[in-house]
C-alpha cells in the first residue's frame, strides 16, 4: 500500500524557519517525481514545489522561489522542505504528492502537515 | 485568482447527474495539456478522481467521468449519493507559469 506520511509542520513567527519531512512507503520511492502542495485554511490547492526522481531537476512556484527548498533522500525514501523566511500567509497544511515521471497529474498524497506562521 | 476557473458550487438530488465546468486558456488546457479530477471530503486530503482528461484510476466508481474540449474540461457525476458531498479540484500544467496549477474547487452539495 502506498503511504506518504508528512510531518515536521507546527507554530512559528513570521521570518522563523521549518523543515517539512515526507515518509515514502509501498512504492519505489526513485521511480517517482516527488511534490509538495499546500492548502491555505479554506482555501483551494496551490503547488508549491518539484523535484525530478533522480533530483537533478527542480522547480518551485515564484511565491516560494528563494525563500523554499526541496529536497530528497533516497536512502531514507524520504521527501523534505525547508522554509525559511516565513510569511503570514505561508500558513497552509503541506501535502506531499507522488507523481511518475512524464504524467502531470499527482498520483497519490499524503495526509498534510499544518504549518501556522503567526507572531 | 485562480488559473483554471471552476464555478465555487454546484448542487443536486439524490440520484440526480451534475457536471462541474474548468476553463483553462491557451497556456494549459489549450496548449494539450491533460486535465485531472480531484475529490476532497471534508477534513481529508485530496484524491485523485480522473487523470488524462477521462480516464478514472482503479476503485473510482464509473458513475464519475470527464471530458476536455480545447481549453474547457467539464466534470460529470451520475447517481449523486450524499457521501459524494465534498470539494473538487481540476488540475493541468501552465507552461507560461511553468507550474502545475488548479482550479479554485467546487463545492458539490447532495441536497
Redesign the interface.
Known sequence: EVQLVESGGGLVQPGGSLRLSCAASGFTFDNYDMNWIRQAPGKGLQWVAYIHSGGNTIFYADSVKGRFTISRDTAKNSLYLQMNSLRVDDTAVYFCARKRTGTTYFASWGQGTLVAVSS | Q?VLTQPPSVSGAPGQRVTISCTGNSSNLGAG??V?W?QQLPE?????LI??NNNR?SGVPDRFSGSKSGTSASLAITGLQPADEADY?C???DTS?????????TKLTVL
Not at chain 2, 97 to 103: I, M, P, Q, R
Open positions: 485562480s495539456y491533460d485531472h480531484f481529508t486530503a485530496p484524491k485523485l487523470y488524462d484510476p479540484y488540475q493541468s500544467y507559469l511553468s507550474a502545475w496549477v488548479f482550479g479554485g474547487g
